[in-house]
């Protein structure tokens, strides 16, 4: 790490671990700290806290702790960097250019410039003599130029090496193309394009990079994969951007209309909808919820209308479950794409479907009523009962007493039985959720890792090693007397070893001893163990005392191991040990 120390403490000074949380997590008071629901993992009864007095955090659910640029770090899903410079921009904090110097920084650069270099490749392609089928086509699917150049729509030539060549003349190296995914290696060792024969979609991100591509394949091709996408890269990951998100983003307070293909999306803003974005080839996932909770209060999903976009759909609703995004269902008449719709009827009339997009609750209801002949007793009866179930799955009072009001009138039952019977689903549906959330705690998604699983094996030395650090990072004052009497030979685990060495580096280099100066290259559950170490100890306690008792155990079994490694020696072994001591001891040392 080759940003200073004080730069470090300055940016975490000047960023209360509150306000850079706050954004992501809706925190409530707990007596001095804080607590969340977690963003890291998926959970119902909050176990996140922030703890403002040292400007740490920590999860009880999944392990998941550190600082404002932990968080940062995991948020964003950026390097540790990356995240220093993000906060110091925030706060104002100046970061002299050459004073850092991170490769995967500079890869990150590259590969964006090789990104950057093959869409204008691309673009200019279509605009070539050769390029004029995908423009051909692009035109003919209702894209004007203006459109197209706005969007920097391109396509890839029907050959192995063009992109590779060009790239090369422009001085990137082979491997940095195949880093940035724009080009494989073959089994003999040759480059070739990845993409080819496509109509090129680049993928550009909030600040203006180009960070992926998707490729469609020639309209006259029937043979190759319909589309080809950007693998994850350093630069790019799949489940975290959203395509056409860099035009919107200042279009959609309101609300974001969602639509599954990137032409559809291209399509709507050229019709005047600018708050159009597409899925970019995957399923909705949490990240993506969260980009769009940042940027909007409603979410239109636009998808596809056959089987799969039900399903979609639903799987849609679920991810956005509890992100606050009102989220509500547009289904296009005849089974069109909204890219179709446009084109075929206009501006207005899509405006106007819009406006009868349904909420959540309408949609599930509508589809179940879908599935069943509604003139036939025994049919309306099982349509009841699903819709009883769905309205049990809502905590939204209000509307499901309107729902149960619509369906009493309209299927002739009254309205306390359907109450009763919501109330009932909604009570089994509790306990299946406390179960569930009982096995999460076993089990949870973010994988809780054992930060120090050496501890297991040296539980009694350990524990004191954890509570010397504890001490040594709330009293800083201890750190000499201490190191002179307990050497770090005598830690029992990697883990401890190494934050107090680095505690004893931070105080030889007279910086003051702080987790974040601490933490770089720690893992977010490594970064978590050290917040429960500096969170763990009273201020009422003795310390002194404290101090002594924890060198005492440490050196007792640091000593009971050196003995229990005799055990083990062989006699030669022995021998040689034997001989050393002697040695040293007519040196008279
Ligand atoms: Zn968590």
Known sequence: MAIPQETILDIKYKNDIESVIAPYVDLKRRGKNLVGLCPFHNEKTPSFTVYPENGSFYCFGCGAGGDVFTFTKLINNLDYIEAVKLLAEKSGVMIEENSYDSSLTKQKQVILEINREAAKF??????????????????????????????????????????????????????????????????????????????????????????????????????????????????????????????????????????????????????????????????????????????????????????????????????????????????IPDGKDPDEFVLKNGAAKFNQLLESAVGEMDYRLLIAAEKIDLNDDESRIKYLKEATQTLAESDDTISVDFYAGKLSAKYGVSKETILNSINENRKNRKKKEQKKEFSDIISPKFSR????????????????????????????????????????????????????????????????????????????????YLVTLQNSIGTSENVTALINDCIRVISEEADKKSQSNFKDMSVEDWAQMLKELADKKNKGE
């Open 449 to 528: 890792n054992d930060p120090n699983p050496q501890k297991r094996e040296n539980m009694r030395s350990c524990s004191a090693e954890e509570k010397i650090i504890s001490i040594l990072l709330k009293h800083p004052n201890y750190i000499n007397s201490v190191t002179e009497k307990l050497p770090s030979e005598k830690f029992s685990t990697d883990l401890t070893k190494l934050i107090y060495d680095r505690i004893i580096q931070c105080n030889n280099q007279h910086f003051d001893v702080d987790f974040s100066v601490l933490g770089d290259g720690f893992s977010p559950t490594e970064m978590g």
């Open 122 to 331: 691309f673009h200019s392609y279509l605009m070539s003599e050769q390029g004029k089928w995908g423009l051909n086509y692009l035109t003919g699917r209702g894209l004007s130029i203006a459109t197209i150049k706005h969007f920097g729509l391109g396509a890839a030539p029907d050959d192995w090496s063009m992109l590779c060549n060009y790239l090369r003349r422009k001085g990137f190296k082979d491997e940095d193309m195949v880093l940035a995914n724009v080009a494989s290696k073959s089994q003999k060792g040759t480059y070739y394009d990845r993409f080819r024969n496509r109509i090129m979609f680049p993928l550009i991100d909030l600040r203006g990079n180009v960070i992926a591509f998707s490729g469609r394949r020639r309209p006259n091709d029937t043979e190759s994969a319909k589309y080809v996408n950007t693998s994850d890269t350093l630069v790019y990951k799949k489940s975290l951007n959203l395509f056409g998100m860099n035009f919107a983003k200042n279009h959609c307070e309101e609300r974001v209309i969602l639509v599954e293909g990137n032409m559809d999306a291209v399509s709507l803003h050229q019709a005047g909808f600018t708050n159009a974005i597409a899925l970019f080839g995957t399923a909705l996932t949490t990240e993506q919820v969260k980009l769009l909770s940042r940027y909007t209060k409603e979410v239109v999903l636009a998808l596809d209308s056959d089987a799969a976009g039900q399903k979609a759909v639903l799987r849609s609703l679920e991810t956005a479950k509890n992100s606050g995004l009102n989220m509500k269902i547009l289904s």
